[in-house]
């Protein structure tokens, strides 16, 4: 929830109630009222969402519901201020999701001890997922690949070789080229069995590509879209997908993405996006929470679950973590905090023997 989808559109709501918060944009260096919603200039604007992820999880861990001793690295230093300080509920929506995801990926790593296995990120941008699995040292043995534009590949390599603190989670395998390729690799300090290969390529050229480097069929893998493969048409969506079912048959996946763009509170958060030129092709597609798990079972996944936002808070945070997190900010919102998580999704399948991914 902390991608440009919601949290713009509450930090949007937010502004215009003099909170002063920003929503982090022209971080990312474009001006979404200068670009079309299609072509080179929405490239730009949708690689710019990455800035918005990585700021809303900077507010998260800031304001103490996230502990992430990365998150500040990928994100410019802001003014004094609460410039970078998100609102509540989108603190609290980037702590569920987040939540979320790292229990589907530690299901998935304890349910495959004693063998390799593979994660890929679609559209990981500056996540410091990798980084937070492999500087825990619980998990060894992890192939970690990141798909994203090379703009945005090149600026993490970037920011991992300036970064003292990152230098001592990851060694860079790549040899340092100038100017920096975007495609780069990386091994864990701490287990090289625990390894990072970033790939600089636009997803909806991969279908027509080779194999990725380093990427082995062979390994149970799961595959994350966390608010990327919504930027996509539809068609482009499903064969990026079809590229790995058709290639890896032990294959889960797990996907974040608004959902019911057609109810009050949903056109609101689409004609913010419009405002901002940017478009969720799969929104018009994907308009339910059914229509995601039939998307997954059509992918050719044999086990498929999914939550709204709403029910990982009720259901998946224990009442002791639920009161801390409670005792952060308050949150006089509730019902708009509803709301809001209930128009975000968490969406898994899987197929293949020898792992799994939890139940709802
Ligand atoms: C909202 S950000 C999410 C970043 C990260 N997954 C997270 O949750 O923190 C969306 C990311 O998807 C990437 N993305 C969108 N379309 C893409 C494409 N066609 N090829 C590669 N990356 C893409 C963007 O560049 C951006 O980094």
């Known amino acids: 929830m902390s991608a440009p989808t919601i949290p713009n559109l509450l930090s949007l709501r937010g502004s215009s109630r003099g909170s002063g918060r920003s929503s982090g944009r022209g971080r990312g260096g474009s001006s979404a009222s200068s670009l079309s919603a299609s072509g080179p200039g929405h490239d730009a604007t949708i690689q710019a969402t990455d800035t918005d992820a990585a700021v809303s999880r900077l507010s998260a861990v800031e304001m103490g519901y996230l502990q992430d001793p990365f998150a500040s690295l990928f994100v410019q230093p802001a003014p004094p201020g609460p410039s970078n300080r998100r609102l509540p509920i989108i603190n609290r929506g980037t702590y569920t999701r987040t939540t979320a995801i790292d229990a589907i990926v530690n299901h998935f790593l304890a349910s495959?001890?004693?063998?390799?296995?593979?994660?890929?990120?679609?559209?990981?941008g500056t996540d410091t997922r990798a980084l937070r699995l492999f500087s825990s040292n619980t998990y060894t043995n992890i192939a970690y690949h990141e798909i994203d534009f090379p703009a945005i590949t090149q600026r993490k390599l970037h920011s991992v070789r300036a970064s003292q603190h990152l230098r001592t989670v990851l060694t860079v395998t790549t040899p340092p080229l100038t100017p920096p390729p975007s495609s780069w690799t990386a091994a864990s300090a701490t287990s090289a069995t625990n390894t990072l290969h970033c790939h600089g390529i636009d997803?909806?050229?991969?279908?027509?590509?080779?194999?990725?480097?380093?990427?082995?069929?062979?390994?149970?893998?799961l595959l994350i879209s966390e608010c990327c493969l919504c930027y996509l048409a539809p068609a482009a969506a499903s064969a990026v997908v079809a590229y790995f079912t058709s290639r890896l048959p032990r294959l889960g996946l797990v996907l974040y993405e608004p959902v019911k763009p057609n109810d009050p509170f949903g056109r609101m958060m689409v004609s913010n996006l419009a405002a901002r030129r940017i478009e969720m092709p799969t929104l018009d597609v994907f308009l339910l929470p059914a229509d995601q798990e039939r998307r997954l079972q059509q992918a050719g996944f044999d086990i498929v679950?999914?939550?709204?936002?709403?029910?990982?808070?009720?259901?998946?945070?224990?009442?002791?973590?639920?009161?801390?997190v409670d005792g952060l900010?308050?949150?006089?919102?509730?019902?708009?905090?509803?709301l809001l998580a209930g128009h975000y999704i968490v969406a898994w399948g899987w197929r293949g023997d020898g792992f799994e991914l939890p139940g709802t």
Do not use: C, F, Y
């Not at 001890?113 to 990981?124: C, D, E, F, K, T």
């Not at 990427?215 to 149970?220: A, G, I, V, W, Y």
């Open 305 to 324: 679950r999914h939550m709204t936002i709403d029910k990982v808070w009720e259901k998946w945070v224990a009442t002791e973590e639920k009161e801390r």
């Open 112 to 124: 495959t001890p004693n063998q390799r296995r593979q994660i890929v990120s679609l559209g990981a």
């Open 329 to 338: 900010e308050g949150l006089d919102e509730v019902e708009e905090w509803l």
């Open 203 to 221: 997803l909806r050229l991969l279908p027509a590509a080779g194999i990725l480097p380093s990427l082995d069929p062979s390994l149970p893998t």
